[in-house]
C-alpha cells in the first residue's frame, strides 16, 4: 500500500508579506513609520529583489534587499533621502532608478501582482494592486526632490 503524495501547501501572498515585513522591521528601529511595498529588479538587467519602506514626512525610501528564494535579508537596509538623494528617475513606466550622493543606485520596479522566482513549492505571488496605488502617489512626489 502506497501512501497519498504529500503536497506542500503554497504560502499566501500574505503569508509572504508577513516574512516581508519581518525582514524590513528586525532591520529598521522606527519601522511604524513606512508603508511596505515588494520591488523587484528594474530593467537594468539586475536582479535584485527589495522590501521597499517608504514615507511621506520626512521623505524618505528604504531599500531592504533579499534574497527572493528563501526570503532572507542580503544587507544592512539603506535609506535615501533629502540628504544624500542624488537623482530619482522613473526610466520607464513603474520602473525606477533612485541613486545616492555615494554613488549607490537602485533601479527597481513595483507591480500590482508581484512576481517572486518559483521554488520547490511553486509560483509565489504577492498581491499589493492596494498598495500601488499609494507607493505611485509618494513616487511621484519624490521624482520632484532630486
Known amino acids: 500500500m502506497t501512501s497519498a503524495p504529500e503536497f506542500r501547501k503554497q504560502p499566501s501572498s500574505d503569508d509572504i ?4 515585513r519581518h525582514v524590513f522591521e528586525s532591520q529598521i528601529p522606527n519601522y511604524g513609520d ?3 511595498v515588494c520591488a523587484g529588479p528594474g530593467g537594468d538587467g539586475a536582479d535584485t529583489y527589495y522590501v521597499v519602506g517608504y514615507r511621506w514626512r520626512p521623505a524618505e525610501l528604504v531599500f531592504a534587499p533579499f534574497h527572493p528564494g528563501t526570503l532572507a ?3 544592512a537596509p539603506t535609506a535615501v533621502n533629502s540628504t544624500n ?7 520607464q513606466p513603474g520602473d525606477f532608478e ?3 550622493n555615494t554613488g549607490r543606485i537602485f533601479r527597481f520596479q513595483v507591480l500590482g501582482t508581484a512576481p517572486l522566482p518559483e521554488t520547490g513549492e511553486g509560483s509565489r505571488i504577492i498581491d499589493q494592486a492596494a498598495d500601488l496605488e499609494d507607493f505611485s502617489s509618494f513616487a511621484d512626489h519624490f521624482l520632484t526632490l532630486a
Do not use: I
Not at 508579506?17 to 516581508?20: G, I, R, S, T
Open 98 to 100: 533612485v541613486g545616492t
Open 85 to 91: 538623494l542624488s537623482h530619482t528617475e522613473e526610466v
Open 34 to 36: 513606512y508603508n511596505l
Open 17 to 20: 508579506k508577513a516574512v516581508l
Open 73 to 75: 535579508g542580503l544587507e
